[in-house]
Each structure stands twice: as C-alpha cells, then as structure tokens.
C-alpha cells in the first residue's frame, strides 16, 4: 500500500513537473493565426482539453483556422491533456503571457473555480467550451445542450423500439457534467415515456475496454437486447462493433435481429457506419461551432459587447443558468440515414 | 515459494525461511502448497455469490466472457509479476500496450487512415509490435541496469514518454482500419475457447514452469531475495533481469495486440490507467512488492478474482455512482478472506 501511495506522489509530482514545461511550449498551427488583424482589446489566449480524442482533435484544427477568418488575435494554443491542474498552470502562463481574454474547456468542472475567481479578479473575461464550471465567473459558456443529446437518442430508441424492449446504455463519466447531463435526461425520458423499456446502465468513465466487457456480459445475460445509446462514439464506436461483429448481430436494420444503435459525437467513422447500415444514429456535437463562437465571445468580450438571455442569430438559445451566468446552448443535429451526407455537419468536412 | 528458493543450491545468503517450510517433513509441505492457493476460497465465495445474484452466470458463455475480458491484464500482471519477482518495477507497461500496436499498425496502414504513410507491407504489422515490446524492455533495463537509475522513476517516466510517442505519432487518433492480422487474434475462437484465452494460458503454463524449475527462473527469485548473494553465487544478474525486462515488455505488446484484436481499434488511450489494476492484481494474488515473493499462480488468480467482482457487479446491474466503492470493498474482502484461510502475514 505504502508503494502505491509513493506512485501517486510520484505521478503528481511528474505531471507537476511536466505541466510547467508544457505550459510555455505553445503547439504549433496557431502561427497562422498570428498574422490576423490585431483586433481591438488584445490577445486572446486558449487551452486545449485534450489530443486524444477525434472530437476534440478536430476542435484543436477549426480553432487557428477561424481565429484567422474572425480577425482574432490568438496566443500559442497550451493544450491540459484532461488535467486540471496542467489547466491552472498554463492559465497563469498565458496571462502572464499577456493575454486579455481566456478560452477553455475545463474537463474538471468543480476543480476550476479558484482559477475563474483569480482571472475575474484580473478582468479577465473567461470563455468555457463544452463544460459549464459548477462554480466561478464566466463571460459565457459555449456548449451543445448535453440533455438533449440524452433526450434525442431516449425518442429516438424509443420510436425505433416502439417503446418495448430492452436497451443498454454506455455512461460517460458520471464526474462530467456531460456525462452527467445525457445520462439524467436519458433515463427521465425513459421513465416518462417509454415504460416498457428496460435500460441497463453500463458504467464506463469514457473507456472503450469497461464498454465492450459490459455489453458481452449483458448480451449473454439478456440475449433479447434490442437498443445501445452509446454517449460518446469516438470512444464506444469500434469497441461496439467488434463485438457484435464476434457475435454476429451486426445485421441490417431490416433483419429482425437488429440492435437499434445511437451514438453522440458525429465523427467520420460514425457516419461511415451508418452509411453502412451499422449504427442508426448519431447527435452531431458541433466542433466547428464550438471554436467559431468560442473565438467570437471571447472577442466581443474585448470590445466590450454583453449580452442578455434570449434567441440569438445563429439557432441557438443564450439562456441564464443561475446567477447572471449565461450559457449559449448550440443546436447539435440528429443524423440519420436520410442526412448522413449533409455537407454542412463538421464530420463531412474533415478529412 | 519462499521456502524453496533457500533451499535451491547457488542462493546461500538468500532470506531465512519462514517458519512452517523447513523441518517440518511431508505436512509442511502440503502447507505451503496450500498457501499458494490462498485466493482460491475467495474466488468460491464469489462463484456462488454470483451464482445466487444471476443464474446466467454460471452459463459457459458467461465464464469465457469472464476470462477472455482479462487475457490483457492477465498478461501484463504476468509480466509485472516475474518483474517484482526478481525486485524491480516496471510502470511503463500500460504504455506498452497502446503504443506497440498503435505503430505496428500506423506503419502498414494507409495515410488516409491515419497511417504514417510508410505503406509497409501488413504482415510486418505483428512483428513490429511485438519487437517495440521487446525493444522498450531493453530500453528500460538499459537505464536502470548499465545507467544503475531507479526502476521506479525511469519507467515511470517511459510510461509518460511512450504514451507522447502515440499520441505524437497518431496525432492523437483513433486508429480505425485495422489490417485482418490484428483482429485475429483478439477474436478467433480455437477448440470452442477464444485464442486469446489459448494464449493467456500457455503463457502462464511456460511462466510457472520457467520460474518454478529451471536455472533461470529460480535464480529471478534468488536475484529478487538479494541480487548480492545471487551474484555471489555466480548468476549473471544483469543478464537475467535484462532478460525480465525484455519479456515484460513483449508480453505487454503481445497484451496490446489483443486488446486492440477485440476492441477493433487502437484508441490513443489504449491500457492508460491499468498499471494500478496490474499492481492490484499481482499483490492481491500474494506478489510481494519488495521482490523475492509470490508465485505465478498466485497472481493468476488475483486477476481472476477482479474479473469475477467486475462480471458481478455488471450482472447486478450496481448503479454507476457505487460501483468503485463496491468494487474496493469486495477487493479488501477478498483480501481479508486470503489472509485468514492462508494465515500468512501480507506484505
């Protein structure tokens, strides 16, 4: 036990360590973004999550892409790899590097709060993206309506099922408020509408290997599961289709022994599947979106722009979640079969 | 084990036998036989306990799922195992199993898959996996054997460095369009078992026997007691443990290669996190952290038995917001149940 104690100590202290020297490498596409319009206010500096997912590799592309179409001038991007104390410490390295306005995506949201109080001392307006912090002054939170992500793949399933069956469910995190939020609406949505649906609820913590174990055991259990709603394909996706693969239930949506797929994220591969009649949805979660009104509150935060709850110009709903902080929720479409080809969703426009 | 290992020739300054294993004939004997087997009345509890929450656990179909979920650990708490055998560390194995694979199959996949765009030819994929096993063990017992630095911080920090490598290398993807080669092996069933479980066993057959009868493997538990008195007795420490190291990490990429065969992908956080569960296993199974102790067979069922909890707690459907506590308790039980039926003092 003790040698497991030195680990952690161990580990902290390297990632410690590390996070210093991460926080003044900045990555390199940002260089584009350099030569944009010095826009009025100052320089806007951003963190990265994380590198390991496609979603957010694809979030890390559109963000220097569209500093430079917006006139944005965009710091060195730090990246926290999923570590909130690496967030803090770039955090003070990027102010120290004189930035005047702050994006991030605190994957820790509780974790947070000190550092948002410390930067609205320092008038320092912050953008979150994706994750509300539970605590803290923000300028506004950019992020899809996680609920809906669970309210849609509930009414999805439950139309596809029509509302009989038995459907196993891929949590995220219950730590995240993301995986929190789908997970919520989901089974309230489930109770309320669809009764005579049975849900298993796997616990995950976002890991592909927790996934695939939990759905062998559960299929061998109740061979009759008909539906998954997986809350992250990026992760669940392959893990998911291997196994059916193995056990051959990987079968057109016409056979009878077809399970009802839906899946959240909207990457490539997710589409490919459901072109190829593998999976039968999935919710969008807009990457492009997420970096162009990122980018585009931090800098009317700048010039000094505010805003008030309420429809605004681009389908989406600014809306007060308690105590003067707004959260700008964006649409995250539903695609199926019939618009898996839509050029306009960001997993089309990635290569 | 212990008792064997002072009375094996060429280990003179080895530890003092523990009381029970020396001079005490036939009856001894079978008692410290015995102790080997501390785990396995905790893995009965939680056979019947399972048995009684869901009676499809019993099916044959559920068992396999069981044992095929854990070839990967298994294998790794193997290879950790002989490593804290013969008193060293090695925490860089969880980045083994993602970063062997990752290359193996980033090097023969096409650039529009997110391949380096080497294009080699697919067969070279396993190969090339399994020698960046081998080759991150050399590595390892480079630095820690030739450069004397702690094996605790060097593979702590090749666990950091190789995980970069992959996330450097892919770009922080996914890799998706996996060459057949590597989905076989994760998912061919042979004689009604899955191959992965055909390997997981004979590789622990051939560790038990290796560490149990031959020069070499003895003198793992000799250098693990006290590598002084080993090199005294004339083992070529340096050798052997090299040699650890190496096979660690092949049977760290070997466990990857499986991973990635039955999750059809090579997620950039392939094995990230599973060394605690390694370590859990192997201590649990009676492997003692300061080396020289514990057998094969004992962290063999150490595995079996987190496989089991987790299959149960999957069947009883434990909410998401109490698995990890339930989870820790079964574990500690478990451990408490081998201390008593085994009345060996853990360390």
Excluded at chain 1, 115 to 129: C, F, M, R, S, W
Excluded at chain 2, 65 to 85: F, G, K, R, W
Aim: overall charge neutral; hydrophobic content about 45%; proline content about 5%.
């Amino acid at each position: 036990m003790r040698s497991s104690a030195t680990i952690g100590v161990a580990l902290s202290a390297l990632t410690l360590t590390l996070a210093a020297c991460g926080s003044s490498t900045p990555s390199s596409p940002s260089a584009s973004a350099q030569g944009g319009s010095a826009a009025a206010g100052g320089k806007i500096g951003i963190d990265f999550p994380r590198t390991d997912s496609d979603f957010w590799n694809s979030y890390n592309k559109y963000v220097p892409k569209l500093a430079g179409e917006l006139g944005v001038d965009l710091m060195p991007p730090t990246n926290s790899q999923n570590d909130v104390a690496k967030l803090v410490s770039n955090t003070q390295a990027l102010v120290s590097q004189g930035a005047k306005a702050i994006v991030m995506a605190p994957q820790d949201t509780g974790a947070i709060a000190t550092t948002l109080d410390q930067l609205a001392g320092k008038n320092i307006p912050v953008v979150t993206v994706d994750t509300r912090p539970d605590k803290g002054k923000t300028f506004m939170v950019v992020r899809a309506d996680n609920r809906a992500y669970g309210e849609k793949a509930c009414e999805f399933l439950g139309e596809q099922l029509k509302g009989k069956g038995k459907v196993v469910e891929f949590q995220g995190s219950l730590s995240s408020v993301n995986g929190r939020d789908r997970s919520e609406a989901f089974a309230e949505c489930m109770k309320a509408n669809y009764p005579g649906i049975t849900v298993f609820a796997e616990p995950t913590e976002w890991e592909g290997t927790k996934a695939s174990a939990a759905l062998q055991t559960r299929l061998t259990q109740h061979p009759d599961i008909n539906g998954i709603y997986m809350q992250a394909g990026g992760v669940f996706l392959a893990p998911t289709l291997q196994l059916l693969k193995s056990k051959n239930l990987l079968v057109p949506p016409t056979d009878p022994k077809h399970i009802f797929i839906i899946s959240n994220d909207g990457i490539p591969q997710e589409f490919q599947a459901i072109r190829d009649g593998q999976i039968d949805a999935t919710v969008s979660q807009p990457a492009d979106l997420y970096a162009k009104w990122a980018l585009s509150y931090a800098k009317a935060a700048l010039e000094g722009k505010t805003f008030a709850p309420g429809k605004t110009d681009h389908d989406s709903t600014i809306v007060d979640v308690g105590g003067g902080r707004l959260e700008d929720q964006l649409p995250a479409p539903l695609v199926t079969k019939e618009n898996v080809d839509d050029p306009n969703l960001w997993g089309n426009q990635v290569g | 084990m212990t008792e064997t290992t002072v009375t094996s020739p060429g280990t003179p300054g080895g530890p003092p036998g523990t009381a029970g294993g020396t001079g005490r004939g036939p009856s001894g004997l079978r008692l410290a036989r015995f102790r080997d087997l501390a785990l396995v009345p905790a893995i009965l509890l939680l056979v019947v306990v399972g048995a009684l929450i869901e009676p499809a656990f019993l099916s044959g179909d559920n068992l396999t799922n069981v044992l095929q979920q854990q070839t990967e650990l298994s294998l790794l708490v193997l290879a950790e195992a002989v490593i804290l055998i013969a008193g060293k560390f090695d925490l860089s194995l969880e980045s083994t199993v993602g970063l062997a694979p990752a290359l193996g199959v980033a090097l023969v996949i096409p650039a529009a898959s997110n391949g380096l765009g080497t294009d080699w030819p697919a067969a070279l994929g396993i190969p090339i996996c399994l020698l960046i096993g081998v080759l991150v063990g050399a590595f390892n017992g480079l630095l820690i054997l030739r450069f004397k630095l702690s094996a605790f911080i060097v593979t702590l920090g090749m666990l950091i460095v190789l995980r970069g490598l992959q996330i450097g290398f892919t770009g922080g993807q996914n890799l998706f369009a996996l060459p057949d080669s590597f989905l076989y092996l994760g998912n061919a069933r042979w004689v009604g078992l899955p191959a992965s479980v055909w390997i997981c066993g004979l590789a622990y057959a051939i560790g038990i026997v290796a560490l149990g009868y031959f020069r070499h493997g003895r003198s793992v538990y000799a250098i693990g007691g006290n590598v002084d008195a080993a090199r005294a007795a004339g083992v070529r420490t340096d050798r052997v443990l090299w040699t650890v190291f190496m096979i660690g990490g092949l049977l760290a990429a070997l466990a990857g290669l499986l991973m990635t065969g039955r999750l059809g992908s090579v997620a950039a956080s392939q094995g990230n996190g599973m060394i605690f569960t390694v370590f859990a296993a192997a201590v649990i199974g009676g492997v003692s952290l300061d080396g020289g102790k514990g057998t094969l067979f004992g962290a063999l069922c150490g595995v079996l038995v987190l496989g089991l909890i987790n299959n149960i707690l999957t069947l009883a459907g434990v909410s998401a917001q109490w698995i990890q506590a339930i989870y820790g308790g079964i574990i500690l039980i478990a451990l408490m149940l081998a201390r008593v039926t085994s009345g060996k003092a853990q360390d």
